[in-house]
């Protein structure tokens, strides 16, 4: 099998690992196998894919999925430029032709019609049809295609269907264990260890309450927010309320609790 040598990368982006995922990654990249990401919001999918990128000195092409992100949003379209029609590459297609990885954060956000395009890329053929230009584009082996999405936000109207997810490779991401996140979120701050313990702690309990009272919990990224503004001098109590409450529900009641028990941890 023929396999994309790795140009040297000076910065790669820190990174956790909490399992295997890297050895999987790499794995899944070496064997043109394409990689589904879960996992709540703010554990770490995104920074993990830029890491992996920078590892394998392959280029990241990343689509933030929306209600409104359709196939021709991904795969190109005709556009008039200077009184012609001309055709425009789509970040997906540009992906395709060039090599690089492609990661399509939170899919599920996306239209219907993009789970059609993808198909041909996730199975053996390795292909993108582009209808609108004749084109049959066979993916080189240096591509990857790479999606995301967050279960927990899952319904009847937006979910991914089982024939989509049984064409990836699939990894389970979660939280870090809590002395592994208290390491993480002071390197990433600045903030002591001392002074996030608390911190992750609060959050722990907080996303225990995922489900009941609110819909997600606090990610990793607002715990990383929150230190940032303690360390910048901001007091504690305040930087929670904007950084790990504030951002979590707009319920009156339901934040007057969470600052009641913020109250109760940071004392």
């Known amino acids: 099998m023929n396999v994309m040598l790795r140009p040297s990368v000076p910065d790669v982006p820190a990174y956790a690992p909490n399992g295997n995922e890297c050895a999987l990654f790499e794995t899944a990249w070496t064997r043109q196998l394409p990689l589904l990401l879960k996992g709540p919001t703010g554990c770490g999918k995104t920074r993990f894919v830029a890491h992996m990128a920078a590892k394998l000195g392959l280029p990241l092409t990343t689509v933030s999925c929306h209600d409104d992100l359709t196939a021709a949003d991904l795969t190109g379209r005709y556009l008039l430029k200077g009184g012609d029609t001309v055709w425009s590459d789509g970040p997906l297609t540009r992906a395709v032709r060039d090599g690089g990885i492609c990661y399509l954060d939170e899919v599920v956000e996306a239209r219907k019609d993009v789970a ?60 870090l264990p809590r002395e ?17 313990a608390p911190l992750v ?44 409450i504030e951002p979590l529900t707009d319920e009156p009641d339901v934040r007057a609790a969470l600052i009641e028990l913020t109250g109760s941890i940071l004392r």
Not at 117 to 145: K, N, Q
Not at 206 to 225: H, Q
């Open 116 to 175: 059609v395009v993808l198909h041909p890329l996730t199975d053996d053929r390795r292909i993108l049809p582009l209808e609108r230009t004749g084109e049959e584009l066979a993916a080189p082996v240096s591509f990857m295609l790479v999606v995301s999405y967050n279960p927990g936000y899952q319904n009847l109207l937006k979910a991914l269907k089982p024939s989509t997810r049984q064409r990836f490779v699939a990894i389970e991401f979660d939280f």
């Open 180 to 196: 592994r996140e208290i390491e993480v979120v002071s390197a990433e701050s600045g903030l002591d260890a001392a002074g996030v």
């Open 201 to 244: 702690d609060l959050a722990r309990r907080l996303r225990a309450l995922k489900g009941v009272d609110l819909e997600e919990g606090v990610s990793t990224r607002l715990l990383v927010y929150c230190a940032s503004l303690i360390d910048a001098g901001l007091p504690v109590r305040e930087a929670v309320r904007s950084a790990m």
